[in-house]
C-alpha cells in the first residue's frame, strides 16, 4: 500500500469480521474508514439474533478487538458458552462499534454501490497499482459519494444475496412475482415475525442449518397453534446429512439439533419431500403453489428460502478479480472449500497471499471470501484480516505467518453416511497458503485429496446452495 498517500483503508460492511479489520488496523497506526448499510453495525446478523451459534464464544472474537474492549473495562463473556446472535451483538459487536476509536469511523447507512480505480476503468493498467480507491457510497441522507481511499477490504459478508428458490441456480419461474410469499431466510417464527406463521401452511426449502434451526422452531410454534402445517422440501433423495453424527457429532449442539429434527419428521410433525427440486411459483389468491420438476406441487402460505448465499460481485465490478469459477472464492482458496468437494467444511488457516487479487490492495473477507461456499467460520474471518492488515502495512512476515487454533473435527455426514471424525493438529501453524497434500490427515471423509481438518463446518449442506 502506497502509504505516502496517507489516505484511509476502506473497509465495506461493520459486521464481525469488518470491525475486526477496523481493530486490527487501528492497532497497526492505520485509518480505517467503515461503511455499513444497515442503520446499526451487525446488520447482518440482527436479521438473526434467535439463533444459537455452534462455536463458542472463544472462537467468536478478534484478539485486536478484545485488545480494544479490555482497554475500556469491557467485561468478555464466558469463554465457553455458545451465544445466540442477539448476544453476539449486545455482548461484544454493539459494544465494540460504540467504542470511540471505532464509532467515530463508522458510517452507518452507508451502501457501498462501486469500487473502482480513481479516474481508471477496468481496462486501463498505466499505474494501476499505485492509484488510489474510489468508493462509490450511498448515504443515509439520501446522497451518493464518492471516497477516496488507498486500499479497501470489503468484508460486505452475502447475507443481502440469498440463492434462488429454483433448480439451475436461477430463480423459479414466477418466484419474483411471488416475493411477497416468501421470508426471509432465517425467521423469528416464536418471537417478531410469529405472526406470519402461526397456524399457516409453511414450506421450508433447504437441507441446511438454517432449514434445521426453522423446522424447529417451527415445530415448537405448531404446539401452541396446532393448525400451522410444516412441510420440507430438499433437492437430495434424503436428508440424513441434516440429521449430522446425531450423539456422536463432535459438536454436541449441532447433533442435538439433528436429532431433534430426525424425530420429528419420524413423528409426522413435519412432512419431508425429498427429491424435490423447484421449477415454479405461482401466487394464488391465497397462498401460493409451488411446483417441482417432476410434476409434484405443495400448495402452502408461505415459503422460508434456506437455500444458502452468494457473493454480490456487482459492487465490484470494474476492479481486476481473480475468482474461482465455480465457488466465486479467490482463485486459491475455491478449490480448498469448493463444497461439491469438501462436505467437512474445512479449510487450511490463511492469509493476504491466498486472498490477493490482481488490483493490489484489494481484499474481500470473511463470509463473503468463500463466495457460495456455507461453511465459514468467524476464527477463519479473524485470521484473514490479522494477515491481510500485516500486509497492507508493508509486514510481510507477519502476513505470511499464519496461525489458527480451531476444535477438533467432528463428525461430518456426506451422502454416504461417512464421518471425518478425525482430530486437527494442536495448535497448528503454517505459512500462508495451502497445506501440501503430503501433511493431509488420512481417512477424512471427502474423498481424496482432503485439505487438513482443522475447525468445523457452519453448515451442513453439501451443495453450493445448500439445497441438495
Ligand atoms: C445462522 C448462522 C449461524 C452461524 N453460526 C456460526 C457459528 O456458530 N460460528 C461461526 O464461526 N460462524 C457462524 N456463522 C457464519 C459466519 O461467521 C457469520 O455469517 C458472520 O456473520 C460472518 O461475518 P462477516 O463479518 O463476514 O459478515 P456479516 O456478518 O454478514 O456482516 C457484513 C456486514 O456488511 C454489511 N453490508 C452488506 N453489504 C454492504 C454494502 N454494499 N455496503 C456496506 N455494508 C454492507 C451488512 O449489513 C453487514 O452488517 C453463522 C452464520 C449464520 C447465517
Not at 122 to 141: C, G, L, M
Request: with cysteine; aromatic share 4%; charged share 20%.
Amino acid at each position: 500500500m502506497d502509504s505516502s498517500k496517507s489516505l484511509p483503508v476502506a473497509v465495506i460492511g461493520a459486521g464481525p469480521v469488518g470491525l475486526a479489520a477496523a481493530a486490527h488496523l487501528l492497532e497497526r497506526g492505520m485509518e480505517p474508514v467503515i461503511f455499513e448499510a444497515g442503520p446499526t453495525a451487525a446488520a447482518a446478523i440482527g436479521q438473526w439474533r434467535h439463533i444459537r451459534l455452534f462455536s463458542p464464544w472463544r472462537f467468536n472474537m478478534d484478539a485486536a478487538a478484545l485488545r480494544l474492549l479490555e482497554a475500556s473495562g469491557w467485561e468478555s463473556p464466558r469463554p465457553t458458552a455458545l451465544p445466540y446472535g442477539g448476544e453476539l451483538i449486545d455482548r461484544y459487536l454493539a459494544p465494540l462499534a460504540a467504542l470511540p476509536q471505532i464509532a467515530s469511523r463508522l458510517q452507518t447507512g452507508s451502501r457501498v454501490v462501486a469500487v473502482t480505480r480513481q479516474g481508471l476503468d477496468k481496462t486501463h493498467v498505466k499505474d494501476r497499482d499505485t492509484t488510489s480507491f474510489t468508493v462509490r457510497v450511498e448515504h443515509a441522507d439520501g446522497e451518493t459519494r464518492d471516497h477516496t481511499v488507498a486500499a479497501v477490504i470489503d468484508a460486505s459478508g452475502t447475507w443481502s444475496s440469498r440463492n434462488p428458490l429454483g433448480t439451475s441456480g436461477l430463480p423459479a419461474i414466477g418466484e419474483d412475482a411471488a416475493a411477497d410469499r416468501i421470508s426471509t431466510a432465517l425467521p423469528d417464527v416464536l418471537g417478531r415475525d410469529r405472526a406470519s406463521f402461526a397456524g399457516r401452511r409453511v414450506l421450508v426449502v433447504g437441507a441446511g442449518h438454517s432449514a434445521a434451526n426453522t423446522l424447529i422452531n417451527l415445530a415448537d410454534l405448531a404446539k401452541e397453534e396446532p393448525d400451522t402445517v410444516i412441510m420440507w422440501a430438499v433437492r437430495g433423495a434424503s436428508a440424513a446429512k441434516v440429521y449430522g453424527g446425531g450423539d456422536l457429532d463432535g459438536l454436541p449442539a449441532r447433533g442435538q439439533l439433528g436429532g431433534r429434527l430426525r424425530r420429528l419428521v419420524e413423528a409426522g410433525k413435519i412432512e419431508l419431500h425429498t427429491g424435490f427440486g423447484i421449477s415454479s411459483i405461482k401466487a394464488l389468491d391465497s397462498g401460493v403453489a409451488v411446483g417441482a420438476v417432476d410434476g409434484r406441487t405443495l400448495d402452502t402460505d408461505v415459503v422460508v428460502p434456506c437455500t444458502g448465499f452468494r457473493p454480490d460481485l456487482d459492487i465490484l465490478r470494474e476492479l481486476r478479480l481473480n475468482l474461482d469459477p465455480a465457488v466465486e472464492a479467490p482463485l486459491e482458496l475455491g478449490p480448498l472449500i469448493d463444497p461439491e468437494f469438501h462436505s467437512c467444511g474445512t479449510v487450511p488457516p490463511h492469509g493476504a497471499k491466498l486472498l490477493a487479487h490482481p488490483d493490489k490492495d484489494f481484499y474481500i473477507v470473511g463470509m463473503k471470501s468463500y463466495g457460495r461456499a456455507p461453511t465459514f467460520l468467524l476464527a477463519t474471518g479473524y485470521e484473514q484480516v490479522r494477515s491481510v492488515v500485516a500486509a497492507l502495512a508493508g509486514d510481510h512476515e507477519a502476513a505470511d505467518t499464519v496461525h489458527l487454533e480451531l476444535p477438533e473435527t467432528g463428525v461430518c455426514s456426506s451422502d454416504a453416511g461417512t464421518s471425518c471424525d478425525v482430530p486437527a493438529p494442536a495448535g497448528m501453524t503454517t505459512a500462508a497458503g495451502a497445506v501440501p497434500p503430503s501433511s493431509s490427515t488420512a481417512g477424512g471423509c471427502c474423498g481424496t485429496p482432503e485439505p487438513v481438518l482443522v475447525g468445523y463446518p457452519t453448515g451442513l449442506a453439501r451443495g453450493r446452495a445448500g439445497i441438495n
